[in-house]
């Protein structure tokens, strides 16, 4: 992998409790390039914490520590908040699950999409507007100037999620970090705002990371999948080939996938084994 636009190191994320630290996220570490990286695990594992720690978005008494994390040049240990709102949306932006609660539900969206573009490209209020208009051509909003001035509740799930990401991308950041972006709508437009968010990425140049539990969505979609297990990587593999995985966390996974065609009485139930806490891969 070339060009490489994220290095991360032994990144923890803590939070004070009763009888000491807990560790969100232990000793994560990866690079990304111009690629779709997937991010799979159960619930709690640490995959959004992960891409919030990235985002500098860990709110107290959460502690962020890492050996490195670096987003081209700029050294994301040594940020302040307000360095960090500089590079969101500018350099690095993340969708999140639900647009109904990401989006100003007493803002029309288009003006949403357009201040996005005003802060960080410093235009006036008639180049935001085409900005914004164009942006949501390309993620195929059909009547661009209709929606521009819809409020979020007078979207669907599929638009809404489309007007993120258009927001997101209004800027040209380097990457995107998508967490679950898709787990709120039916198959259909999943694959169509998937589609969408793939050209986009692509067409830029961009890198992707992909924050998901669906294991047939991330194989198929993405370039590399990184397994998180209790806040930890426990293995890494290209998409194509993680049927093949090794851990037993990973193949517990995948055994408790249904399959079409396949008829079971029940799922298998993933046996977990103390061990995979000091398994770093």
């Known amino acids: 992998m070339t060009d490489t636009l994220l290095s991360v190191r032994n990144l923890?994320?803590?939070y004070p409790g009763d009888d000491g630290e807990i560790a969100a996220v232990r000793n994560v570490s990866f690079t990304l390039g111009r690629e779709r990286l997937g991010i799979v695990g159960e619930s709690g594992s640490g995959k959004s914490t992960t891409g919030r720690a990235i985002m500098g978005l860990v709110a107290a008494p959460g502690r962020i520590t890492a050996d490195e994390m670096r987003l081209g040049d700029t050294d994301l240990t040594r940020l302040s908040e307000a360095g960090f709102r500089k590079?969101?949306?500018k350099r690095i932006a993340m969708v999140l699950q639900d647009p109904k609660y990401?989006?100003?539900p007493v803002m029309r969206v288009g003006d949403q999409i357009a201040e996005t573009h005003r802060q960080h490209v410093r235009t006036g209020r008639k180049a935001a507007r085409?900005?914004?208009?164009?942006?949501l051509q390309a993620v195929q909003i059909r009547d661009p100037e209709r929606v521009y001035d819809l409020y979020p509740h007078q979207v669907s799930g599929g638009m809404g999620q489309r007007i993120m990401i258009a927001m997101m991308l209004i800027a040209g950041p380097d990457i995107l970090i998508a967490d679950e972006p898709?787990?709120?709508?039916?198959?259909?437009v999943q694959t169509q705002v998937l589609a969408i968010m793939d050209n986009l990425v692509r067409s830029r140049g961009m890198g992707l990371i992909l924050v998901s539990h669906n294991l047939h969505l991330v194989s198929s979609f993405c370039d590399r999948v990184l397994?998180?297990?209790a806040g930890q990587v426990v293995e890494t593999c290209?998409?194509?080939?993680l049927a093949n995985a090794t851990h037993p966390y990973t193949r517990g996974l995948l055994a408790a996938?249904?399959?079409?065609g396949h008829r079971r009485a029940e799922l298998p139930q993933l046996q977990r084994d103390p061990a995979w806490l000091e398994d770093v891969a």
């Open 182 to 188: 898709t787990s709120a709508l039916d198959v259909t």
């Open 102 to 104: 990401s989006l100003d």
């Open 238 to 241: 290209a998409a194509g080939n």
């Open 130 to 135: 085409i900005a914004a208009l164009e942006m």
């Open 87 to 89: 590079l969101r949306g």
């Open 12 to 14: 923890r994320v803590v």
């Open 257 to 260: 996938l249904p399959e079409l």
């Open 227 to 229: 397994v998180m297990y």
